[in-house]
């Protein structure tokens, strides 16, 4: 079991890096917010979903995996859809928003031909992470502190990267508000 903890940025839309540490406190690398223009970082202040792009970067200053919204028809502005690419593997994973109701967040993919399953129940300060119907890795954050203070326990390893499980805290963020 792996656990990694970081404090969330002060404003979602900053393209600052955040701190990746490891249960030792060691840093092993930062999430970061990008914008493709310059433009888009002052429209995503009004309106925050329609820019979600992520990078994480290792020690190296390597942007190793990389995590974007898909905007390909006018749906996908209502329900989304993001793409996480890992550089290493050359690999790719598809998530989809599937919340029905907003007090309890669903998040759907599929990696290896198996189902991915991301979930948070109201008044839980937790988001699940199932993989072929197991949990592999619980997120626990602070939800009354700012900044939150942000920890990633991963159960079972080597399933998913440990970087797709920090993207999805991000993630979880911008579409529960």
Known sequence: ???????????????????????????????????TKKTHRYISLLMDKLYFNYVFINLNG????????????????????????????NNEILIKNATKIKTNIRFEGEYNKKNILIKRDFGDNKIHIYY?????????FTPHKIPREVTAIIKKENVLPNEFIFFIYFIYRMYSM
């Open 1 to 35: 079991m792996k656990t990694f903890h970081f404090k969330e940025p002060f404003f979602l839309s900053s393209p600052h890096k955040t701190k990746i540490f490891d249960s030792e406190n060691r840093l092993i690398g930062f999430v970061k917010k990008v914008y």
């Open 62 to 89: 390597e942007e190793l995996y990389f995590i974007s919204n898909i905007i390909e028809n006018k749906w996908d502005f209502i329900k989304s859809r993001w793409i996480f690419k890992n550089s290493i593997e």
């Open 132 to 140: 072929d119907n197991l949990e592999i890795s619980e997120i626990h």
